[in-house]
Each structure stands twice: as C-alpha cells, then as structure tokens.
C-alpha cells in the first residue's frame, strides 16, 4: 500500500513506461525474463476481465485463458524478437522492463468500457544507466519499427485468412482472440504516440520519422476497417 500511495503522489499510474528508481537492498539484478512472463501473466487475466464484460461469467475457462495466454506470447513475442534482433543489429545492448504502473489504468479502462483492452507490453532499454533519448533516437526508431512491422504484417495475414474463410471452425475463435488483442496493441503501439502513452513504441517511430509513422498509422487503421 505504501507503494501505491508513492505512485499517487507522483502520478505514476499515468507514467506508464517511466519507472522509479530506488537504491537495491541486493547486488542482484532483477530479472528481465520474469518481468517478461509476469508481463503476459497479467495481460492474459487482464484478457478475461474483457471477456467477462463482453459476454459474462461463460467466456470464463481454462481453455480461453490459455488460448488468451498463448495469443500474448504470440503478439509479445514477435514483437519482442523483432526489437531485441534490431538493437543487436545496431549493436545496443538492450533489456526488456514491465510497465508495472500500466496495469491498474488497464484494468480500470476494461471495467469501465465493456470489450476494450489497454494492452500493457513492456518494452526494452538500454542496458546503460546514462543515456540521452535523443542521443540513441535513430537506433531506437529502428528497433521501435522492428518491433511493430512484423505484428502489423501477421495481424493483416489473420484479418486476411479470416475473410477468405480459409481456416477450419475450431481454429476460427483462436485468430479472433489475436485479431480482438492485437488490433488494440497496435493502436496503441503504432497510431498514438502522445501522452500518456509515449514510451510505446509510436512514439520513438513519430519522434524518428514522421513518414514512416503516417504510412504505418493508416495502414492501422485501415486494419481497423476492414
């Protein structure tokens, strides 16, 4: 509870992406690896609270948070192989963080609007304790595309496969639950790059070029369209 009064104090429940650092009662770093599954854990239980309110207490099993859980691995981890593959490209040595104070606003936004998810990612940074944004922007801009292209790319193959009917009945909901998470994630993560969402990667792409960031917002929401 102390916590949460401090993240009152200083708003970080809106700072999402910033974090606050304190000085460690142990030489141990934390672990980027469990704060990446920590990360999908609370984003599948997050999934069935908007399944809950979309169609009450039967979208509720075993097998829909597994189904749920096993779509975030997809959607995170793609996009989370495409950021670490570019940073090693461009020779950054980076290392992925939870936004821990991301996950209240989400679950507030999905009891409050029945259907929508505040999809809460992470993110990697530089393993470095000092460096300047504007310093590393360009490698960043490459990481930040690096990471949305290709889930940009498997969500229009899904949409694609769904209206062409090519799937068998069983498989259909489980394209539908990546299409009902990723659509959300990448609204977020390509198409509003302003506060208080801007540690997603749309805002590094809006801050790195600007073309690019127009060329893949309307191919977003052209996604959301069809």
Not at 89 to 100: D, M, N, S, T, Y
Not at 122 to 150: C, E, F, H, M, S
Not at 160 to 167: F, G, S, T
């Amino acid at each position: 509870m102390a916590t949460f009064a401090v993240w009152v104090k200083v708003f970080h429940y809106l700072d999402v992406g910033h974090f606050l650092w304190v000085r460690r009662t142990s030489p141990e770093a934390d672990s980027a690896t469990l704060q990446w599954w920590g990360t999908i854990l609370a984003n599948s239980l997050i999934g069935l609270l908007m399944l809950w309110r979309l169609d009450g207490s039967k979208a509720i099993s075993l097998g829909m948070w597994m189904v749920l859980t096993l779509m975030l691995v997809v959607l995170f981890g793609l996009r989370y192989l495409g950021m670490c593959l570019m940073a090693q490209k461009q020779g950054l040595k980076v290392r992925f963080r939870a936004w821990e104070s991301g996950f209240p606003l989400s679950i507030i936004i999905t009891l409050i609007f029945a259907g929508a998810i505040y999809p809460i990612p992470g993110g990697v940074y530089p393993t470095t304790n000092q460096w300047r944004y504007r310093d590393l922007l360009p490698k960043l801009g490459w990481i930040a595309l690096a990471g949305t292209l290709p889930v940009l790319i498997m969500l229009w193959g899904v949409c694609a496969i769904l209206q062409l009917n090519v799937p068998p009945p069983y498989f259909r909901p489980w394209l539908s639950i990546m299409l009902l998470l990723g659509k959300p994630l990448l609204l977020f993560d390509i198409a509003i790059p302003f506060f208080p969402f801007i540690s997603f990667n749309s805002r590094r792409l809006w801050d790195w070029n600007k073309i690019i960031w127009v060329v893949m917002t309307a191919t977003v929401v052209a996604l959301f369209l069809v």
